[in-house]
C-alpha cells in the first residue's frame, strides 16, 4: 500500500466529502431511533496538520485552512448548511487549526450514545493509529480486513438504519483506480440487495471525467434497474477546484445512495461558495444533480 491519506488530509476533495457525511449524519441524528455508520477503508481517524507529511504536502491549507478562516464571514444560510460539520472542526481544535477529523472521527463526534461505528482498515499501521485515535469508545468495533470483503456481512445492520461509506484508496496509476470503481460497482450491488434503504456514499476523484461519467451512469443503472432505486434518490455532488487535466488532483465527489431530506439543497447552497473560495485556477466549477435530473 503506497497510498498515505495523511499527505492529502483537509484537502477540497476531503470537504465535500466530509459535508455530505456531516448533512446526512445530521439528519439521522433527527430521528430517536439508532443506526450504524460502516467505513471499509477507515485510514488512521484522526490528522495532525504539525505532522510531517501535512508539513511535506500542505493541501490542506488550500481546502479545510481557508475554510476555517473565511467561514465566520459566509452568508448565513451557508454557515448553516456547514454548521454540522464546522462544528466538529471547531470542537477539535480550541484556537489554531491544526487537527482534522477523518471519516471515522467524524462520525464518532456526530453520532449518539446508542449509535454504532463498524471500521474496516486493511494495512496494520493505519489500524494501529485509527484504534488509538477512536479510544475507549464501546460504539465502535475496528477490523483489520478488506472492506469490499467484510461489507456484506455488515449487511443489513441490526438497527436497520445508518450510512455506509464506501472510500478506497484510488492510488496513483490508471489500473488501480479503474479496479477501484469496479470493486466499488461490485461492492454496490451486493451492498444494496442486501440493504436497499441504507444511505451509501461513495467517494470517486475526478482525473479522468470519462471513466467518472462511465462509473456513474454504471452504478445509476445497475441500483435503478436491479435495485429498484428511484432515479432521484441517486445524487452527485462534485467540486473541482480547477479545469480538470494533468498533475495533482484538481476534482472529486460523492455518489450519495437514499440521500436524506435536504441534503441535497444544503450542498446546492454550499458547493458555489466553497468553489469560489477554493478554487486554484481557470475551470473551476461544481455540481449538484440527482440521476433524474442528469
Known amino acids: 500500500m503506497n497510498y498515505r491519506h495523511a499527505f492529502h488530509a483537509g ?16 439528519r439521522l441524528n433527527s430521528k430517536e431511533a439508532p443506526y450504524r455508520y460502516i467505513d471499509t477503508h477507515a485510514g488512521i481517524g484522526l490528522y495532525d496538520f504539525a ?31 456547514l454548521a454540522p460539520w464546522m462544528s466538529v472542526i471547531r470542537r477539535l481544535n480550541a484556537d489554531s487549526l491544526q487537527h482534522y477529523p477523518g471519516s471515522p472521527v467524524l462520525a464518532a463526534e456526530m453520532m449518539r450514545k446508542g ?11 493505519s489500524a494501529e493509529l485509527l484504534r488509538q485515535a477512536m479510544g475507549r469508545d464501546k460504539r465502535v ?36 483506480r479503474k479496479k477501484d470503481f469496479d470493486w466499488m460497482l461490485t461492492a454496490a ?8 434503504l441504507g444511505v451509501y456514499v461513495f467517494w470517486r476523484p475526478i482525473k479522468d471525467p470519462d471513466a467518472v461519467v462511465a462509473f456513474d451512469s454504471e452504478l445509476a443503472s445497475m441500483l435503478i434497474e436491479q435495485g429498484g432505486i428511484p432515479a432521484e434518490k441517486l445524487l452527485v455532488a462534485d467540486l473541482w477546484v480547477r479545469a480538470i487535466g494533468p498533475g495533482s488532483l484538481a476534482g472529486a465527489g460523492v455518489v450519495i445512495v437514499n440521500p436524506p431530506f435536504g441534503v441535497a439543497e444544503n450542498l446546492r447552497t454550499a458547493l458555489p461558495w466553497l468553489c469560489d ?5 481557470d475551470g473551476a466549477g461544481w455540481r449538484v444533480e440527482t440521476a433524474a435530473e442528469a
Not at 488550500?62 to 473565511?70: C, D, L
Not at 449509535?115 to 499501521?125: G, I, K, V
Not at 473560495?277 to 485556477?281: S, T
Open 11 to 26: 484537502n477540497f476533495a476531503d470537504v465535500v466529502k466530509h459535508i455530505a457525511m456531516a448533512l446526512c449524519f445530521d
Open 51 to 81: 505532522s510531517d507529511e501535512s508539513g511535506r504536502s500542505p493541501e490542506w491549507k488550500n481546502g479545510i485552512g481557508r475554510i476555517w478562516e473565511a467561514e465566520p464571514g459566509a452568508p448565513e444560510n451557508v454557515r448553516a448548511a
Open 115 to 125: 449509535d454504532a461505528l463498524r471500521l474496516c482498515e486493511l494495512h496494520p499501521p
Open 141 to 176: 468495533k475496528i477490523e483489520e480486513r478488506d472492506g469490499f470483503d467484510a461489507l456484506p456481512a455488515y449487511l443489513p445492520p441490526p438497527e436497520r438504519r445508518g450510512l455506509v461509506l464506501i472510500d478506497p484508496p484510488f492510488e496513483v496509476g490508471t489500473s488501480e
Open 189 to 196: 450491488a451486493k451492498a444494496v440487495k442486501r440493504w436497499p
Open 277 to 281: 473560495l477554493m478554487k486554484q485556477g
